[in-house]
């Protein structure tokens, strides 16, 4: 009940997040231009957008299974790609997209995946993920120097160094077993100074977790294969998913700025926004797209390609994803229903 109280609460943080920011965006304009204008946009381009965001999923199903199977987990790439949409859903109305990966432990438990497994391919797919956006963003930052302002540069170099710094912290977490004791010890001695019960009975199971944990992170540092493959594919997904920006651009029937100018923008973007603690970096994103892209759109269309855009690139998945969690949900509720009446 708490769970579901906090995701409710998340929810709507979320959703007056999003009212307040397209109020506070579009309150200065014509709403019913804004809508003439996606009306007129070329749709061949908004499905193609679609579809990179489609690749963009599916890539990340891809990480995470190749690193579950590689640590003999049993599972298909129709689940895998059910963890990346629950994940998507979660870290979208969490702040700083931290119920992302909790919850896909959680439905990995559902499907007889070991937590330490399960937890560790995500580990896996996090650090590609901040290697990859770091790395982007700085080159891209570099290409694109003369269209950011001092404003742009300050909050570009916090979400970089906010970035590293998580980046840091999961490369301790894979490659240190010494830290990772540490840190479990400083969890047990709060939990201790919380007065919560069975305190040795959860260090126990916490530590046989953390041995099963450590023994895998052994492997996958030994197979160094899984780690280039993983980071290729990462590679490949945000370059896919910064595309995105650039088929909304098309759609409009711009050809003037080339590909490569308008994903590097994105890059930017991303890497500037990501660090930044809100859900789903609400208001940041769409703030941030006006200001990076308005060297590439007239004044006129600047809001309605950052609707689209983040239309494409978040809310329609957010939606998507929703339902899968609803869907799953309900299912599970069903079996747990089904179990609990062959009991009686």
């Known amino acids: 009940m708490k769970n579901t109280k906090k995701l409710i609460r998340n929810f709507m943080l979320f959703l007056i997040l999003i009212v307040i920011t397209f109020y506070i965006i579009l309150k200065e304009q014509n709403i019913g231009e804004i809508f003439e204008i996606l009306k007129s946009?070329?749709?061949?381009?908004?499905?193609?957008?679609?579809?990179?965001?489609?690749?963009?999923?599916?890539?990340?199903?891809?990480?995470?299974?190749?690193?579950?199977?590689?640590?003999?987990?049993?599972?298909?790439?129709?689940?895998?790609?059910?963890?990346?949409?629950?994940?998507?859903?979660?870290?979208?109305?969490?702040?700083?997209?931290?119920?992302?990966?909790?919850?896909?432990?959680?439905?990995?438990n559902k499907d007889n995946i070991s937590v330490a497994n399960s937890t560790l391919a995500l580990l896996m797919n996090l650090t590609c993920m901040q290697i990859v956006t770091i790395s982007l963003a700085i080159i891209s930052a570099i290409f694109n120097f003369k269209y950011l302002n001092a404003a742009l540069i300050g909050f570009f170099i916090l979400g970089i160094t906010l970035n590293a710094s998580a980046l840091a912290l999961l490369i301790i977490s894979i490659v240190s077993k010494r830290m990772t004791n540490g840190i479990i010890n400083i969890v047990i001695k709060i939990l201790k100074w919380l007065k919560i019960k069975n305190i040795e009975e959860k260090k126990e199971k916490i530590e046989k977790e953390l041995n099963k944990y450590q023994e895998s992170a052994i492997y996958i540092k030994n197979n160094k294969t899984i780690i280039l493959k993983n980071l290729i594919t990462t590679y490949i997904q945000y370059i896919i998913y910064y595309s995105i920006s650039y088929w909304v651009y098309r759609s409009f029937g711009f050809t003037e700025s080339s590909p490569l100018k308008i994903i590097t923008l994105q890059s930017v973007l991303f890497a500037t926004v990501s660090g930044i603690p809100s859900p789903g970096a609400v208001g940041v994103s769409e703030g941030g797209f006006k200001e990076i892209f308005k060297v590439i759109y007239p004044t006129n269309l600047i809001n309605g390609a950052m609707l689209l855009c983040r239309g494409v690139n978040f809310y329609l998945f957010v939606i998507l994803s929703s339902i899968i969690v609803a869907v799953n949900t309900i299912r599970e509720k069903k079996v747990e229903n089904e179990e609990t009446l062959k009991k009686c």
């Open 41 to 108: 946009v070329k749709i061949k381009y908004i499905i193609i957008a679609i579809i990179s965001m489609c690749i963009y999923m599916s890539c990340e199903a891809l990480n995470i299974g190749r690193t579950l199977k590689a640590l003999k987990e049993k599972t298909t790439f129709a689940r895998n790609l059910k963890y990346a949409l629950i994940g998507f859903f979660f870290s979208s109305i969490t702040p700083a997209a931290s119920g992302g990966q909790p919850m896909q432990v959680y439905y990995m």
